[in-house]
């Protein structure tokens, strides 16, 4: 018989994006190394994309509870005047009128840690009843949101079943909340509600060396590093179109900490004949500063609206190049487009601060070359179109890559489950 581990998740579908992905996958796959998930999630989301294709990745027998609660987003959003949800990036803003500047100090000083703990006290009551009723021998959280992780520590405390958190994103350290306008007894009282998560959970899993180093602080704690990965079943049917022209893409939201200013600064000043190659297009949400310097050197960057996860694999595996785009002064941030970028086996071109781990997977997998935000890309985007049009194929690391799949990730995270709660 299966072991039982309730999940405890803000994003599930048919929530978009790359968050509610990784918990989707280890639901999907966890059965195959003897654990049966139990989901505990939102019924009406605030979430930032919609992407029905995810659905069918759920499990028909999966047990999935849904708990509907009022959202305090619906009033800030009221307020605001912005009838989508804001994310984390858009709060770091410089611009904006006083009644954003307004928005945007309650948001941080009144919502601790973020604006999505309205399902907290449901989800306590509501977990507890699974816990009778299922006896799972684990309990899992996978954040952001951090409020979210909340919940774990109380059910833990009530039940005395052992608690493994997740961690896709750093916390009090993340360069998005270090830059909200807090006050300092409110930046405490988030620091504390950290260090308490911390301490309390029995086990810490995160994404990348960097989130580990920012959350785990001067703590000896252990912590297991299990990276986002890819569903090697996303990529199966999908088989590359070539092109009479040389494919770039970007897939996913760019912020201003992202904006690749010299990216679009080396496309404007290529030769006509190369730019006539060229077919370069970026599908997600994007600031509005990042379209401006796309428009001030040329605009030869196609914009195209959110697409849903389906889609986004054939365009990354119908392209001759990836871009990835890390935020500046972004510690502890690897991206989980990254492992999908590896699957689809294009060359990624990564932009990125000078401290980070992308370019060591890119360099394990010969799948690409990074750079910072301060280097011209001239040089590597030219060599990658002399090889495509000589036909000189990327000869990637398939066996590094297929480390980095999802169900090989799953199993690990089957094992620290195992290890848990034989402790």
């Given at each position: ?41 939102v ?19 999966l ?10 987003l ?24 006083l ?10 000083n ?12 449901s989800?306590?009551k509501h977990?507890l ?17 951090h409020?979210?992780?909340?919940i ?28 909200l306008?807090?006050?300092k ?12 998560v ?9 994404i ?5 180093s ?24 999908i ?7 040389f ?7 760019i ?27 970026f ?26 996860h ?13 871009l ?39 360099i ?60």
């Amino acid at each position: 018989m299966n072991k039982k581990v309730l999940i405890i998740t803000y994003y599930w579908p048919p929530a978009g994006g790359p968050g509610v992905q990784r918990v989707l996958k280890f639901a999907k796959y966890l059965p195959e190394f003897g654990w049966e998930p139990i989901i505990l999630t939102v019924e009406n989301g605030d979430y930032h994309a919609i992407d029905e294709s995810l659905l069918k990745d759920i499990p028909s027998n999966l047990k999935v509870h849904k708990i509907k609660v009022f959202s305090i987003l619906d009033f800030y959003k009221k307020i605001s005047g912005n009838k989508k949800a804001i994310s984390s990036f858009e709060l770091t803003k410089k611009e904006g009128g006083l009644k954003f500047q307004l928005v945007k100090w309650l948001r941080a000083n009144f919502f601790i840690p973020d604006a999505r703990g309205a399902w907290n006290r449901s989800a306590v009551k509501h977990g507890l009843k699974i816990i009778r009723e299922e006896k799972p021998d684990i309990i899992f959280t996978s954040s952001p949101p951090h409020s979210l992780q909340l919940i774990g520590l109380k059910l833990k405390k009530k039940s005395s079943l052992k608690w493994v958190a997740d961690f896709r994103d750093p916390w009090t350290d993340a360069f998005w909340d270090k830059e909200l306008p807090r006050m300092k007894i409110v930046q405490n009282i988030n620091l504390n509600l950290e260090k308490r998560v911390i301490k309390n959970a029995d086990q810490l899993v995160t994404i990348s060396k960097g989130c580990s180093s920012l959350l785990l602080k001067d703590s000896v704690k252990n912590f297991h590093l299990l990276y986002n990965g890819y569903d090697e079943n996303d990529f199966n049917k999908i088989k590359k179109i070539s092109s009479p022209r040389f494919r770039v893409s970007y897939v996913g939201s760019i912020s201003n900490k992202q904006n690749p200013v010299n990216f679009f600064k080396c496309i404007q000043q290529l030769s006509q004949e190369i730019k006539d190659k060229l077919e370069i297009n970026f599908y997600g949400s994007f600031d509005r500063e990042v379209i401006h310097s796309a428009e001030t050197n040329g605009s030869y960057i196609n914009f195209h609206s959110y697409i849903n996860h389906e889609t986004a694999i054939e365009k990354m595996v119908n392209s001759e190049m990836l871009l990835l785009l890390i935020p500046q002064n972004s510690t502890g941030i690897l991206t989980g487009k990254i492992y999908e970028y590896l699957a689809a086996k294009s060359f990624i071109l990564g932009i990125a601060p000078k401290e980070n781990e992308i370019e060591e997977i890119l360099i394990r997998c010969n799948s690409g070359k990074t750079i910072t935000f301060e280097d011209d890309p001239s040089e590597i985007l030219l060599e990658q179109i002399n090889n495509w049009i000589n036909h000189q194929p990327l000869n990637v690391y398939s066996r590094e890559i297929e480390k980095l799949s999802r169900k090989s990730i799953t199993q690990k995270l089957s094992e620290i489950f195992n290890r848990t709660i034989q402790e």
